[in-house]
């Protein structure tokens, strides 16, 4: 035995993973892990190799070496969930992953992996890939900020600064004067506004003082009178319940939401609704616009907050997002959040 066939079979002997290696339907090795499953589960590997070849012959009876088989020559391996508890949790049981090795030879392995750790694998990967969304759409704000910063906070002060100076240097008429500090005054009356928009924009003060209802009939305020549109806000949730990062993000969607609808969707009214079901909070956004069809779009066009990154930001704070639109009749935008009872109030889940 060469140095290689001994590390291979070392690691097959160790793998973490129970494997076990057929010829036709006689078992030719298993490895430890195998035995140690065998002892504590008292199940008939060759059992198991029937439930594979069930599968296989589903599929087009891959263990045959039939040359005119198409789905033999392209399918090499069957995946069964075996081994099942009466615990009916999604981390009971195994997982049997069946794979041709020699077909001409009738070589086969069934290799079984626990659920358990097959399902902690993909949570870890699928946390890993929100909080992938959520950095993107925080680096995404941070930028919108820094630009709004540099082309209307910072041009605006210039300018006043500008102003102040020539107001300082030059000789000017008295009415020159005046004149020369209303521009200042206007100018920096105007950059105020700009600050005090990008402050609402981020996070309403209001929300701090009187919590998300009080925010969303805000914001409904203030797009209403800029827009022109019917703006409502109605419900009887107790927003309070939920943890201040779910207000902001129902907030932000709430927000993302109306502004998608006023740019792009031609809506004449839209409606917030905040609601409280049975252990669940909705917002629901829901406009009478033109409508889309959803598949074929992967993102709103706003510049903050697309739809994907809505999704992924709700999706890290364990709540639900969910679009519904039809071209001509209007979309509406959900949110849900779990919250249960107890001690006569809602609390997070």
Same mark, same amino acid.
């Given at each position: +035995?060469?140095?290689?066939?001994?590390?291979?079979?070392?690691?097959?002997? *160790? $793998?973490?993973?129970?494997?076990?290696?057929?010829?036709?339907?006689?078992?030719?090795?298993?490895?430890? %892990?195998?035995?140690?499953?065998?002892?504590?589960?008292?199940?008939?590997?060759?059992?198991?190799?029937?439930?594979a070849?069930?599968?296989?012959?589903?599929?087009?009876?891959?263990?045959? #070496?039939?040359?005119?088989? %198409?789905?033999?020559?392209?399918?090499?391996?069957? @995946?069964?969930?075996?081994?099942?508890?009466?615990?009916?949790?999604?981390?009971?049981?195994?997982?049997?992953?069946?794979?041709?090795?020699?077909?001409?030879q !009738?070589?086969?392995?069934?290799t079984?992996?626990?659920?358990?750790?097959?399902?902690?694998?993909?949570?870890?990967?699928?946390?890993?890939?929100? /909080?992938?969304?959520?950095?993107?759409?925080?680096?995404?704000?941070?930028?919108?900020?820094?630009?709004?910063?540099?082309?209307?906070?910072?041009?605006?002060?210039?300018?006043? +600064?500008?102003?102040?100076?020539?107001? =300082?240097?030059?000789?000017?008429?008295?009415?020159?004067?005046?004149?020369?500090?209303?521009?200042?005054?206007?100018?920096?009356?105007?950059?105020?506004?700009?600050?005090?928009?990008?402050?609402?924009?981020?996070? &309403?003060?209001?929300?701090?003082?009187?919590?998300?209802?009080? %925010?969303?009939? $805000?914001?409904?305020?203030?797009?209403?009178?800029?827009?022109?549109?019917?703006?409502?806000?109605?419900?009887?949730?107790?927003? =309070?319940?939920?943890?201040? $990062?779910?207000?902001?993000?129902?907030?932000? @969607?709430?927000?993302?939401?109306?502004?998608?609808?006023?740019?792009?969707?031609? =809506?004449s009214e839209? +409606?917030?609704?905040? @609601?409280?079901? *049975?252990?669940?909070?909705?917002?629901?956004?829901?406009?009478?616009?033109?409508?889309?069809?959803?598949?074929?779009?992967?993102?709103?066009?706003? !510049?903050?907050?697309?739809?994907? #990154? +809505?999704?992924?930001?709700?999706?890290?704070? /364990?709540?639900?997002? !969910?679009?519904? /639109?039809? &071209?001509?009749?209007?979309?509406?935008v959900?949110v849900?959040?779990? @919250?249960?009872?107890?001690?006569g109030?809602?609390?997070?889940?």
């Amino acid at each position: +035995m060469t140095e290689n066939d001994k590390w291979i079979t070392r690691y097959f002997e *160790n $793998a973490p993973v129970a494997i076990i290696l057929f010829q036709e339907d006689e078992m030719l090795a298993c490895n430890r %892990a195998a035995r140690c499953l065998k002892k504590q589960l008292h199940f008939d590997p060759h059992y198991l190799y029937e439930i594979a070849q069930a599968a296989v012959d589903q599929q087009g009876n891959l263990a045959t #070496d039939c040359p005119s088989c %198409a789905i033999a020559k392209q399918v090499r391996e069957v @995946v069964v969930p075996v081994l099942s508890a009466e615990d009916d949790s999604i981390d009971a049981g195994y997982m049997m992953f069946y794979k041709a090795l020699d077909l001409r030879q !009738h070589i086969t392995s069934l290799t079984l992996k626990s659920c358990g750790t097959l399902n902690r694998g993909l949570r870890l990967a699928q946390n890993e890939e929100i /909080s992938r969304y959520v950095v993107r759409a925080n680096e995404e704000d941070r930028h919108q900020i820094s630009a709004d910063l540099h082309d209307n906070i910072a041009q605006g002060l210039y300018f006043a +600064m500008t102003g102040v100076q020539r107001l =300082a240097n030059c000789d000017l008429s008295s009415d020159e004067r005046q004149t020369q500090a209303a521009a200042i005054t206007q100018q920096l009356q105007e950059t105020l506004a700009e600050v005090k928009n990008m402050a609402l924009e981020v996070r &309403p003060s209001v929300m701090d003082d009187f919590g998300l209802f009080a %925010a969303l009939r $805000a914001l409904a305020t203030r797009l209403q009178a800029t827009t022109g549109i019917d703006i409502s806000v109605s419900g009887n949730a107790q927003p =309070a319940c939920l943890s201040e $990062a779910i207000q902001s993000a129902m907030y932000r @969607v709430a927000q993302e939401a109306i502004n998608n609808a006023v740019k792009h969707a031609n =809506a004449s009214e839209i +409606m917030l609704l905040l @609601v409280e079901h *049975n252990h669940f909070i909705t917002l629901q956004i829901i406009d009478d616009g033109d409508g889309f069809n959803v598949a074929e779009h992967s993102q709103f066009n706003g !510049h903050s907050l697309g739809l994907s #990154d +809505m999704n992924e930001r709700i999706k890290s704070l /364990s709540g639900i997002f !969910h679009l519904d /639109s039809t &071209p001509g009749v209007g979309t509406t935008v959900s949110v849900k959040f779990p @919250v249960c009872m107890s001690k006569g109030s809602l609390q997070n889940v």
